[in-house]
């Protein structure tokens, strides 16, 4: 089994859940927690939208068709998910970068995204 980094968000506080249905995260345990085996570094927390789907597919990650040999049940606008850190910055670079949960996105996103980039797409935790 792989060790897990430190828990910690973008803003030092505690990682918060991304999404438990459907279940995310490079260990299945609905937070984008990583470790030094995850290279694709799947830290960003994002809210799928349609476009973002799309461009992901057409990039050659289909994220929306159902993979049930892999327990993947295919992602809709609104579902949440930890994506690849560099995938989210070329999303951004492209102009379509969903919306991220920085309470849920790991520290070590911040290694390929830079923090003002992250915040631009952010959305605030009600409550």
């Given at each position: 089994m792989f060790e897990k980094d430190d828990s910690v968000n973008v803003n030092g506080?505690?990682?918060?859940?991304?999404s438990l249905d459907p279940l995310t995260g490079f260990f299945r345990d609905g937070a984008c927690n990583t470790c030094a085996e995850d290279s694709g570094s799947h830290t960003v927390c994002a809210v799928m939208t349609d476009e973002f789907l799309a461009?992901?597919?057409?990039?050659?990650?289909?994220?929306?068709?159902?993979?049930?040999?892999y327990r993947f049940p295919g992602l809709k606008a609104g579902d949440q998910w930890c994506l690849c850190a560099g995938r989210f910055m070329q999303a951004h670079e492209e102009g379509c970068a969903p919306n991220v949960k920085l309470e849920a996105t790991h520290k070590r996103a911040l290694e390929v995204v830079p923090m003002n980039v992250l915040e631009k797409y952010a959305i605030r935790a009600l409550g």
């Open positions: 506080g505690p990682l918060s859940p991304c461009f992901s597919k057409y990039v050659g990650n289909d994220l929306s068709t159902p993979r049930p040999e």
